[in-house]
Nanobody, 124 residues
Framework: QVQLVESGGGLVEAGGSLRLSCLAS????????MAWFRQAPGKEREFVAA????????YYADSAKGRFTISRDNAKNTVYLQMNSLKSEDTALYSC?????????????????WGQGTQVTVSS
């Protein structure tokens, strides 16, 4: 079992930056592929970014490429999402997720554990 707790969301002006964190419980954090998803009001949850168990491999949604950076610190059981050049369309509830699959995935069904999410609101 893994419990995930996100933090770092908030209200920011367009063009600004935020750094989200996701702290995982347990001693096996390094065994999970980690990802960030987001869900805007009235929309389905969508993939944002994912990182391999070691952190050596990453993958981004087109909407995140060039602006967002996912990273992890296995010693701290934490995965991060650095978000720069934020836009109003980035407004959403951001959740981290953990997967026991060995490969990166963009689909929600491959992730076993989810956090409650942290709200990001970008004002234009």
């Amino acid at each position: 079992q893994v419990q995930l707790v996100e933090s770092g969301g908030g209200l920011v002006e367009a063009g600004g930056s935020l750094r989200l964190s996701c702290l995982a419980s347990g001693r096996t954090f390094s065994q999970y592929v980690m990802a960030w998803f987001r869900q805007a009001p009235g929309k389905e949850r969508e993939f944002v970014a994912a990182t391999t168990r070691s952190g050596g491999g990453v993958y981004y949604a087109d909407s995140a490429k060039g602006r967002f950076t996912i990273s992890r610190d296995n010693a701290k059981n934490t995965v991060y999402l650095q978000m720069n050049s934020l836009k109003s369309e980035d407004t959403a509830l951001y959740s981290c997720a953990a997967s026991t699959f060995t490969t990166l995935s963009t689909t929600t069904t491959t992730y076993n554990y989810w956090g409650q999410g942290t709200q990001v609101t970008v004002s234009s």
